[in-house]
């Protein structure tokens, strides 16, 4: 599985739905669940998630 991801910085929820093919709903949920990573504040009404977080979490689902 190949992901065009950065090496650092954030990803909107939209780039994060592109790498898990889920819905917005399912993912909050998994993140209420502590099954993916929290996001960050950028702003009031900007959210977002670590591009390392969301790279953890891709090692761990190969495991």
Not at 4 to 25: A, D, M, N, Y
């Amino acid at each position: 599985m190949k992901h065009h991801l950065p090496e650092t910085g954030f990803l909107r929820l939209p780039q994060v739905l592109k790498v898990f093919p889920i819905s917005k709903s399912s993912w909050w949920a998994g993140v209420k669940a502590g099954q993916y990573p929290k996001p960050v504040k950028l702003g009031p009404k900007t959210t977002a998630w670590r591009v390392e977080d969301i790279r953890t979490l891709i090692a761990n689902l190969g495991k």
